[in-house]
């Protein structure tokens, strides 16, 4: 479908971009601009406003945490300037650090918002598991070198697949308004030394996924059954459950919108080993 177009209140016509960001998470605060440090949104903002001529905010699908990293993640900025969606990209591109990439660009509808037409986000959370630390890993995976038994966590992550309130698995600081999400998938697989925890929701509370891979980790090393990760669940007390697993583990790696937005859609999973 061809984008709308819609007249400003100023001079000139303005078009809606949405774009597909990806990030090693590493050097930075999070997603979101802080006064204290630098930020994702920051550099992607500089990038743009160097090629649109013009200062440019975006808004993003899910501000991720300090640390945090993504393959996939989608902005939508307004802007006056024409030019062609390569030369967004490669334009962007040459003004951003090597650790955040513009992977593609497209002309959206007016109605389109990233964050609030998404309707299902997916994360992945990385964990090497071997008995020495890592060097070239050490931001993009988080390191167990206890053994862990990944059949026994993904037989615990079962009762959290559907609707549910998730308050166990849910930062102290979350924002927002309902613990309530709905998980539409949760599978836990190993590849050599790297197990993954990929998660498939709705939304997601702040930490609920980092907090939900600590809890199954607990199970992994056996130090739980599997059955108490229901217990954790219905406690609906975030003091019940494992310890908040580390922020270089995890990946936002899918945002999904509707098909008439023509947006791609499929997961961009980083494998390891």
Excluded at 13 to 32: H, N
Excluded at 95 to 102: E, F, G, K, R, V
Aim: charged share 20%.
């Amino acid at each position: 479908m061809a984008p709308l177009i819609r007249v400003s209140d100023h001079a000139g016509l303005i078009v809606r971009l949405a774009l597909g960001v990806e990030y090693d998470g590493s050097a930075y605060c999070g997603w979101q601009t802080q006064s204290h440090a630098p930020s994702v949104q920051d550099a992607v903002e500089d990038a743009l406003s160097v090629v649109a001529d013009h200062r440019v905010r975006v808004t993003c699908a899910g501000r991720t945490d300090s640390g945090v990293h993504a393959t996939s993640q989608v902005v939508h900025f307004d802007t006056r300037a024409v030019r062609r969606m390569r030369s967004w990209t490669l334009g962007a591109n040459a003004n951003l650090p090597d650790d955040i990439t513009i992977i593609w660009a497209r002309a959206v509808q007016e109605t389109f918002h990233a964050r609030f037409k998404a309707v299902a986000r997916q994360y992945r959370y990385v964990i090497l598991n071997q008995s020495v630390r890592p060097a070239l890993l050490k931001h993009r995976v988080n390191w167990e070198h206890n053994p862990l038994e990944v059949q026994s966590m993904a037989a615990a992550a079962e009762c959290l697949v559907g609707e549910h309130d998730f308050s166990s698995f849910r930062a102290v600081a979350c924002q927002a308004r309902h613990p309530v999400r709905t998980v539409h998938s949760l599978t836990i697989t190993r590849s050599c030394d790297f197990a993954y925890i990929d998660i498939l929701a709705n939304g997601f509370l702040h930490h609920m996924v980092r907090a939900i891979a600590g809890t199954l980790m607990v199970v992994g090393r056996g130090e739980r059954p599997a059955s108490w990760v229901r217990e954790v669940l219905e406690a609906r007390d975030r003091t019940r459950g494992g310890v908040t697993a580390p922020a270089s583990g995890l990946y936002l790696v899918g945002v999904r919108y509707p098909e008439s937005f023509d947006l791609p859609q499929r997961a961009r999973l980083p494998v390891y080993g």
